[in-house]
């Protein structure tokens, strides 16, 4: 049995050239005066960005979003959870089987094509940005599948109280934004305490997958997770130097319009894959 992560709070420091807004304060009245508190003052891995719904998406949430998406309790942000609240397969998917969760599911691709391609899993699909989930939402209706669930919070918050400890199969995080700037890469969401709160997570024999388009945040990411002692990289030193650790794409990671481009302009796709000891 895998122990819970206890989760240091990390200290936000205000970044000036971007329009960065800390989403663990929005629309929070009084949260200026309750920034010691931890989880209100730790960095978060997004921006708040503008959430309205063109016309024909603000349709299929209205219609459809209260059967797929998960009505999560919030402790005091708008994407915070409750810390009581835990995913009970039965009670949200109707159904026990393997779960696979994507982190950062933008428009629903790689999600839609997974729960086309296994219709025995349950895949949960975890974004804080509405219009992808609206637009993941739409393909959900479009394909008639009953084996994905979205809920729009921060992923960090999500893993740390809404998923048991050995609960999840896989844990996907494709393309997660790169955070380019030195002084930006503590936003970067794959850094040390995601990795045990992932690893913590995941069943035993359980694998997590990333990739990303961004070499260093490729490197980082791999360096991160070789750290993490309950996590092997089934890679390891079996590709030549530069590309050591890096994975085989992976066959069920849908080839994307984004991928697509960044092929095209001559950049490299790393694939991560590592597994629960
Ligand atoms: C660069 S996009 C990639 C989207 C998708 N995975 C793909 O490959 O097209 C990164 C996504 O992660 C989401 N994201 C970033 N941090 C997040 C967090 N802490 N929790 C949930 N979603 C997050 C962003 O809103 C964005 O949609």
Redesign the pocket.
Known sequence: MVAPVMVAPVTDVPVTDVPVVDVSLEDVPGAASRMAEPFQSRT????R?DNRLRPRLQRTWDEHHGTWVLDVPRALAS?SVAPDYLLDQVRDFGRTAPLVV?????????VIQGALASPGTNFLA????RP?MAATLAKIVRHDLTNVRLV???????LEHMLGPGSVAEF???????WHKNRHHKRR?VNPVFAELAASRLVSGGTLRL?TDWADYARQMRDVLAACGSLTNQYDGRLTDLQTGFAPRFEGRVM?R??HKALALGSTIYDLELRHR
Request: without cysteine; glycine residues 10%; proline residues 3%.
């Open positions: 978060v891995s997004f921006v960005r994407m994507e982190i950062g599911s933008g428009t629903g691709d790689a975890v974004e804080v940005y992808g729009q919070a921060d992923a960090v918050q999500v996907w995080v494709f393309f997660a934004d790169p969401l990739a994307t984004f991928e």
